[in-house]
């Protein structure tokens, strides 16, 4: 378990990371469509993953998740 902690602490390193250079980038004039369709093709990413190896393994890792309200 303490793996996986910092597994997921590091990747929250490189997304507070890519926060950060999303907004100066935003700051800087650059547009916000272009932007989005980096984020959307990292999370489209993200979920199919997840979506693939639950399948894979018969368990839903998104059934255990609880995600506050956006």
């Known amino acids: 378990m303490d793996e996986l ?3 997921l602490q590091e990747a929250m390193t490189v ?3 890519a926060v950060n250079k999303s ?3 935003l700051e800087e ?3 916000q469509q272009a932007i989005g369709q980096v984020w ?3 999370l489209g990413s993200f ?3 997840i979506k693939e ?12 998740v609880k ?3 956006l």
Request: positive net charge; aromatic residues 12%.
């Open 53 to 64: 190896k639950s399948k894979q393994s018969q368990k839903n890792l998104l059934y255990f």
């Open 67 to 69: 995600l506050p309200k």
């Open 40 to 42: 959307s093709q990292f």
């Open 47 to 49: 979920f199919q993953l």
């Open 29 to 31: 004039g650059e547009p």
């Open 15 to 17: 997304i507070q990371d």
């Open 5 to 7: 902690r910092k597994s």
């Open 23 to 25: 907004m100066s980038l």
